[in-house]
C-alpha cells in the first residue's frame, strides 16, 4: 500500500497524531512515553467513566467533520486529542477550564482526571506483551502487534514554568519538559516537533506542524501520537476478496474490494433498535475493531449517526461483550484513507472557546506565579490515518441482506455507509473512530 500523503499515521491496525501551539498574546514541551511507568492509583471505574466520555467526545468531534463535509471519509483518535487537551487542560484556570472540561466531557476534577488518563496509558503501552509472537506451533508465521503511545512537550528556554504543572505532565503523561527555540529559529523548532512525530510513528507521521504553523510567538508546543501495527486475530483470504458495488451516501453505486470471511465473531444484528454491529479482534485479543451500521438499507445513514452517541456506543461494546461468538458472514471493503485537520473550528463549536482567545483565555496554572503574559492556544492540529486490508489495519479501520436463508450465518455486509472504531476491550478506549461512506473514495490499490 503505497498512499502519498503529507503526513500520516500507521497501523495495521490505525493511527494517528495531534499537537497544539500555545501563543504569547504580547511578545511547546515533554511528556514522551507511552504513558507513566507507574500505573497511577485511579480506580476501574474512573477509569471506565474517563474511557465512556472521550468516547462520547469522539463522537461529537467526529460529528462536527461529517457536518462540514457529509460526503467525506473521515477519523480522529479521542484518545490522542484528549490526551493532549487533557494536559493543556492542566494549565487551564477558570471558564476556560470549565469550557473545556464539558467539551471533552471530563468526568473528573484534578488530579482524579489525570490519575485516570495516566492509568489508561500505561495499560495501552503494554497490550503487545501478551500477544503470542508466533501463530501455534509455525514460527514462520509471526504476529504484528505493535502499539506505541507518545506525550511531548516542548517549551521556550526560559520561559517560566509553573513547577506543579510540568509535575503532572511527567507524573501521569510520562516525561519532563524539552526546549525549543521558538523565539530564534520558529523553523528549526517545528522540525525539531516534526522528527519527533515521525520516530513515535515509524515515520508514518513526517510532518505534524505543517509550514508557518511555528511563529516567533509560540512559547511551546504539546503533542501526542498514537501508532497502532496489528494483524486480526482471523485474516481474511485474499483469494475470497471480490469486486463488488458499494452504495455511497450520495446514492452512486460504485465498484470497490469486498473482503469476505465466515467465522466466529461477537455480532449483534437488532431490527427492532435499528442497527447491525461486529467486532473483529486482531491478535492478542485486547484491541478489535467494532463496525456500526444501519439495519436497514433504507435508514438514511446521516440520521443514523446523529444518534449515535458516548452511551449507544459503549451500550453496544456491552451488548457484544455479552453476545459471545457465534457464526457470521462478514463483508468489509478494503479502505485507507488519511484525516489532516485543525480542530480550532469544530472545538469552538462543541464550546470551548475562551482557549483560543488572545484576551480571554486563561490558562495562569501554566506560569509560574508572578508572571504577566498571557498565554492561548493558537492551533490544534489532527492528523490520521487508516488502512483496512486482508490482514489487518494500518494507520498511526456493512450491511445484512434480510433474505438469508433460515440455515445460512447471519451477515455483516459492509456495502453502504458505516462507522467502526478500535476499541481497546479491558477499558473500553476508543483508539480510533472514523465514518466510511465512500469506499470507493478510500480504495486500495491492490497488489
Not at 498565554?375 to 488502512?387: G, P
Amino acid at each position: 500500500m503505497t498512499l502519498d500523503r503529507r503526513t500520516a499515521l500507521g497501523l495495521v491496525g490505525s493511527g494517528l497524531a495531534g499537537g497544539l501551539l500555545w501563543d504569547a498574546a504580547t511578545s511547546a514541551v515533554t511528556a514522551d512515553a507511552g504513558g507513566p511507568d507507574r500505573r497511577p492509583e485511579a480506580t476501574r471505574d474512573a477509569v471506565e467513566a474517563y474511557a465512556h466520555g472521550n468516547a462520547g467526545f469522539g463522537l461529537d468531534l467526529l460529528g462536527e467533520l461529517a457536518a462540514a463535509a457529509p460526503g467525506t471519509n473521515r477519523m480522529v483518535s479521542p484518545l490522542s486529542v484528549s490526551a493532549s487537551l487533557a494536559m493543556t487542560w492542566a494549565g487551564a484556570r477558570g471558564e476556560t477550564a470549565s469550557e473545556m472540561r464539558e467539551t471533552l466531557r471530563f468526568p473528573h476534577g484534578r488530579p482524579e482526571l489525570h490519575r485516570a488518563v495516566g492509568a489508561i496509558h500505561h495499560e495501552l503501552g503494554r497490550r503487545a506483551d501478551d500477544v503470542p509472537r508466533f501463530e501455534g506451533y509455525r514460527p514462520w508465521e509471526t504476529n504484528r502487534f505493535e502499539l506505541r503511545l507518545a506525550n511531548a512537550l516542548w517549551g521556550q528556554a526560559g520561559f517560566p514554568f509553573a513547577e506543579p504543572f510540568l509535575k503532572t505532565l511527567e507524573r501521569y503523561y510520562g516525561g519532563g519538559l524539552r526546549t525549543a527555540d521558538f523565539e530564534g529559529d520558529p523553523e528549526g523548532a517545528r522540525r525539531q516537533v516534526n522528527d519527533w512525530a515521525a520516530s513515535r510513528t515509524a515515520g508514518r507521521i513526517d510532518e505534524l506542524l505543517p509550514a508557518g504553523s511555528i511563529t516567533t510567538m509560540t512559547r511551546f508546543v504539546l503533542a501526542n501520537a498514537v501508532y497502532l501495527l496489528a494483524d486480526w486475530d482471523r485474516q481474511f483470504d485474499p483469494e475470497e476478496t471480490e469486486d463488488e458495488q458499494f452504495t455511497a451516501i450520495d446514492g452512486r453505486s460504485r465498484q470497490v474490494r469486498m473482503m469476505e470471511q465466515t467465522d466466529e465473531f461477537r455480532a449483534v444484528f437488532d431490527r427492532e433498535a435499528g442497527y447491525r454491529a461486529v467486532e473483529l479482534p486482531y491478535v492478542g485479543g485486547d484491541l478489535a475493531m467494532v463496525f456500526v451500521m444501519p439495519f436497514r438499507r433504507e435508514t438514511p445513514f446521516r440520521q443514523f449517526e446523529a444518534a449515535v452517541d458516548g452511551a449507544w456506543l459503549t451500550d453496544r461494546f456491552a451488548e457484544l461483550d455479552a453476545a459471545g461468538e457465534r457464526e457470521t458472514l462478514v463483508r468489509i471493503p478494503r479502505f485507507e484513507f488519511e484525516t489532516a485537520t485543525r480542530l480550532n473550528g469544530p472545538l469552538r463549536e462543541l464550546g470551548m472557546v475562551s482557549a483560543f482567545d488572545k484576551v480571554d483565555a486563561n490558562f495562569d496554572g501554566v506560569m509560574a506565579d508572578g508572571s504577566d503574559l498571557q498565554l492561548y492556544i493558537s492551533h490544534v492540529f489532527h492528523d490520521t490515518y487508516v488502512a483496512v486490508d486482508e490482514t489487518g489495519t494500518e494507520a498511526a479501520a456493512a450491511t445484512g441482506s434480510l433474505g438469508e436463508l433460515v440455515s445460512a450465518p447471519p451477515t455483516f455486509a459492509a456495502d453502504r455507509p458505516f462507522l467502526f472504531c478500535v476499541r481497546d476491550r479491558p477499558t473500553d478506549a476508543v483508539l480510533f473512530l472514523g465514518r466510511v461512506v465512500d469506499a470507493a473514495a478510500a480504495a486500495i490499490d491492490s497488489g
